[in-house]
């Protein structure tokens, strides 16, 4: 694969050993030649097609990217299942786990593959934590601390749909939602698509709060596909220095 | 003991904690938290969908490094406490049903980074915390703790991650009433863990750390860092400190004496059954 190759050629720019990020500690503002490209936005808001769809066009492009999904890791998969399958999760230790599972994630690839220059999309980041795991009650200031060794993303999209319609595109997408999708531990309906509802709609407000403090660039989830496609990948070449990572931007510099 | 008894002599012991025997060389206590820390039953902050204005029951947490002698002390003291009549409840690192046996094998594999072990670590604690820990407290038993979040704190904090971020990440830990602290020399603690199994660990000489190959030295070497963090932090969270290189009776002793004040015990005399007498030395 060409981004193997490239990964390996001499004569990068190496991030200073000072520079390099302490478990615990915030990351020093770009101490790396990566870019970090971050989706986020309510089940249903169209982000996963979009991030999918703008891979495609980097990965055609030639470009040396890596994506990565939310909760993924196979660390802390059987955990994760186990505890689902026997509703041991309570809103801390759920947080947890995809905290452990992030950072394997974060310590494995996303900060190497920064630090080695790549172009990092992420599917759902530390935002999703925080504006789930708030609706489930975990206190802001201790999600903030839990998540401080996380990059700051260099663009984070949010995809915004009205509450009405997200919920209608997974309700009829799929069959059946699962207990801990639908915040039936949160106890706020009996009946699953109204918990379901409800979940959503503290985790909306919980993205919406973070708009301006988090620099997220809000897009409108609503519109054709093709469109948003279109102002997703102006925004990336607009505030992306693309040739950086493209096939032969060793040479070339 | 009635429980508003038991509820008001909680708050005192959280408040003002009575020193040891002096044979036991404890220093004076110095309490620096705030009247409002003192006040709560968590460290700083409360634990999401639990209250904990209904626990009678006791925390009592032994800490020490690996051949301390704690968990000689925890069957000791159990069988103690059931002979007077209380109900004990204990609890351990890696022994939750969430994430115990997960991390047994991280362990055994070493493919696992430090701060993703911590994080599973942390689960592991708030997992037991909430099934096990907070639930026996309700119900007004005694938790005799086999380690608790100081020592995981220690461990990551050697290990070069942020020791705010530590405090931050149990701050919705529950306070223990007593917390002691056996304290030995590394190297008497190697003896005694080489004999258990005859052999070291690679996780107990810290060999992770890259010390030194030398596996006594790597021993050594990481649980006095270990030690120096505990050392660190006793003032703070009031730990009362026993001499971990005493026999295994006279430890036991003075653990009944500080223990038989904080439930109302009168008479700590005891001698273990036939079934545990083979620890009595």
Redesign the interface.
Known sequence: MESQETLTKQGRPEAPKSTLP????PVPNRAYPGALIVVEGTDGSGKSTQLYLLKRWLEIGGYRLHFTEWNSSP??K??TR??KQ?R??????FS??H??DF??R???QIMPLLQGDYLVLADRYIYTAFARDGA????Q??LR??Y??APVPDITFYFRAPLDVAVQRILSGRPKLKYYEAGMDLGLSYDRPESFRLFQSRILDGYDKMVESDNFVVLDGTLPVNKLQKQMRDIVASKIDLKRFAPHAAEAE | MPDHEKDKERGAAVAAEPSLPAAAGTPPKVTLQTEEEAASAFFAAPLPGFDSSDITGTLIVIEGMDGSGRSTQISLLQEWLESEGFAVQTSGLRRSNLVGRDIDELLAKNAVTRLTLALMYCTDFFDQLEHRIIPALKSGAVVLADRYIFTLIARSVVRGINRDYLSGLYAMALRPNLTFWLNVRPETAFGREFRKAQAISYWEAGRDMSLSHDLYWSFVRYQTMIKREFEAVAKRHNFLELDGEASVPTVNKLLRQRIGEQLGIRSTKYAPSSALAHLWR
């Open positions: 302490q478990p615990g500690r660390l802390v059987s955990a186990r505890g026997r041991l999760l309570t809103p801390t230790t947890l786990l905290a452990a950072a394997d974060c310590e494995r489930r009650g975990c206190p200031k201790w601390n839990l401080r060794f």
